[in-house]
C-alpha cells in the first residue's frame, strides 16, 4: 500500500522559496513517476511538475517553468518541489501524487495515489 505525506508548505511573501517535500512508503518507489498538482479556492485541480521514476526527466506546467523544480531521491523515497519567485497566484494546496506504471503524464487521472496536500500561501 503506498502512501504519500507531504509537508514544507506555509506563508512566504511574493518572490520567496519554498520547498515542498512528498515522503513514500512502499519498496518500488523507486518504479513510480512523481507529480506535483495544485488546486486553488474555487479552481480545478491542475498539473504542476511530474519526474520520471529515475528522476531523468521532469515536465513543468508553463506558469512554473523556470522558477519550480522536481526532484526526487529513491534512496529517501521523497519527491522535492523547489518553489523559488513565488508569486500570490501560486497560492494554493498542493499534492503529490504517484504514478504506479511510471507514465508521468500531466493528466490527473493517470495517477493512482495521493497525499493529503499541504497549504502554500503567498502574500503580496
Known amino acids: 500500500q503506498v502512501q504519500l505525506v507531504e509537508s514544507g508548505g506555509g506563508l512566504v511573501q511574493a518572490g520567496g522559496s519554498l520547498r515542498l517535500s512528498c515522503a513514500a512508503s512502499?519498496?518500488?518507489?523507486?518504479?513510480?513517476?512523481m507529480g506535483w498538482f495544485r488546486q486553488a479556492p474555487g479552481k480545478e485541480r491542475e498539473f504542476v511538475a511530474t519526474?520520471?521514476?529515475?528522476?531523468?526527466?521532469?515536465n513543468y506546467a508553463d506558469s512554473v517553468k523556470g522558477r519550480f523544480t522536481i526532484s526526487r531521491d529513491n534512496a529517501k523515497n521523497t519527491v522535492y518541489l523547489q518553489m523559488n519567485s513565488l508569486k500570490p497566484e501560486d497560492t494554493a494546496v498542493y499534492y503529490c501524487?504517484?504514478?504506479?506504471?511510471?507514465?508521468?503524464?500531466?493528466?490527473?487521472?493517470?495517477?493512482?495515489?495521493w497525499g493529503q496536500g499541504t497549504q502554500v500561501t503567498v502574500s503580496s
Open positions: 501524487a504517484a504514478d504506479l506504471y511510471g507514465r508521468g503524464t500531466t493528466r490527473s487521472s493517470a495517477y493512482e495515489k
Open positions: 512502499g519498496r518500488t518507489f523507486s518504479s513510480y513517476a
Open positions: 519526474i520520471h521514476s529515475s528522476g531523468s526527466n521532469a
